[in-house]
């Protein structure tokens, strides 16, 4: 293979020429690829050339694009659909770290978005085996249900369902309130503190899926949330399904 590596922007014209540094052919591939997305070349949505096609005007082998294409995919910068092809993927319009507690509401405003709730539905159940267990509460204890799905500009980006023992609960509130952080804070005089999470990326379900709106390769992110106040006590459970197009978390993670 000749040591420059030749790259086009557009099919058919060569945009520009780069010598082959110490680094991978694959990883100035992946480099590339961005670039063209980040200009404008490919588009959110967009199907890229066929492997074929993009190897050629690449200068690379097959064995070194498709290299570049798995980790692409790895990173969520595009998506494969076998038999139909590889398109680029949106980018996530909603970003936080994990080890920062936001509402959903937040987040979305945060993203200067305007936040919206669609209400499901809403019930009293008593409390389960496991909900006796995470609330720590007592038998007799009931369990106030919300289901609700949260917009962005009208759009769908997260299905919640949310658990908050009654006996937590003034007599009366009103639980159409965007943010439940600031109804337990305004209606209960409870202060949310911290939460413990735990993230489960799972794909299509058949169920929340066509609530959000997603296409079949679109995948979720599960985040299994229980809310402690600043006496310890645990007073929310949530699952929240984010589109994963949509949203990204990340964490800092620092060296002891």
């Not at 058919?12 to 670039?35: A, F, P």
């Not at 996530?92 to 770290?97: H, I, L």
């Not at 409390?127 to 769908?156: G, Q, Y």
């Not at 009366?172 to 999470?197: G, R």
């Amino acid at each position: 293979m000749s040591d420059l590596l030749y790259i086009v922007g557009k099919m058919g014209d060569i945009s520009m020429t780069i010598k082959s540094d110490n680094r991978h052919l694959y990883l100035q591939v992946i480099d590339k690829i961005k670039e063209d997305i980040e200009n404008g070349t490919y588009r959110e949505k967009e199907k890229l050339p066929s492997e074929f096609e993009l190897s050629k005007s690449l200068g690379v082998s097959r064995a070194t694009l498709r290299e570049a294409l798995r980790t692409l995919e790895e990173e969520n910068v595009i998506i494969r659909r076998h038999g139909v092809g590889t398109f680029v993927n949106s980018k996530p319009k909603f970003t936080s770290g994990i080890e920062q507690l936001n509402s959903v509401t937040a987040m979305i405003e945060q993203a200067t978005l305007k936040p919206g709730t669609v209400f499901l539905s809403s019930s009293i159940t008593g409390a389960t085996e496991d909900e006796i267990k995470k609330f720590k509460c007592k038998r007799d204890e009931e369990i106030f249900l919300l289901e609700r799905v949260r917009t962005a500009n009208s759009e769908p980006v997260v299905y919640c369902l949310d658990k908050i023992p009654t006996s937590v609960l003034p007599d009366t509130f009103d639980h159409e309130q965007e943010s439940l952080f600031k109804l337990l804070e305004d209606n209960a005089n409870i202060y949310i503190s911290y939460a413990v999470t735990h993230i489960e990326p799972i794909g299509y379900h058949e169920k929340i899926s066509p609530i959000l709106e997603c296409d079949p390769e679109t995948s979720l992110l599960l985040l299994k949330q229980m809310h402690y106040d600043d006496k310890d006590q645990p007073v929310l459970y949530s699952l929240n399904y984010f589109r994963a197009d949509h949203f990204s978390f990340h964490v800092v993670r620092k060296r002891l």
